[in-house]
Nanobody
């Protein structure tokens, strides 16, 4: 089993920045991919970014490309999501995810999920 704990959410003005962290514990050696998803009120959860644990290859949703950066620190079993130039439409609960398969934009590729952290961007 793997446990994921997110931190770093909060309230920020439009144009500001936040950094989310996701610490993994347990049988982390099995993990192949780490990712972030988000769910805005009244909407389905959507893919934000992913990183392949070994190669560091990253992938982003078009809506965040150029503004968000996902990174990992394998020694700390932690993944980060640096969010810059935030917009009100970025407001959502952000979920950290981890999986045994190759990185994917699909939720079904992820086996473990964090509890979520709220990000609110005011206009």
């Amino acid at each position: 089993q793997v446990q994921l704990v997110e931190s770093g959410g909060g309230l920020v003005q439009a144009g500001g920045s936040l950094r989310l962290s996701c610490a993994a514990s347990g049988r982390t050696f099995r993990l192949n991919t780490r990712g972030w998803f988000r769910q805005a009120p009244g909407k389905e959860r959507e893919f934000v970014a992913s990183v392949q644990c070994n190669s560091g290859t990253t992938s982003y949703a078009d809506s965040v490309k150029g503004r968000y950066t996902i990174s990992r620190d394998n020694a700390k079993n932690t993944v980060y999501l640096q969010m810059n130039s935030l917009k009100p439409e970025d407001t959502a609960v952000y979920y950290c995810a981890a999986g045994l398969l190759e990185p994917s934009m699909s939720e079904s590729a992820y086996d473990y999920w964090g509890q979520g952290t709220q990000v609110t961007v005011s206009s």
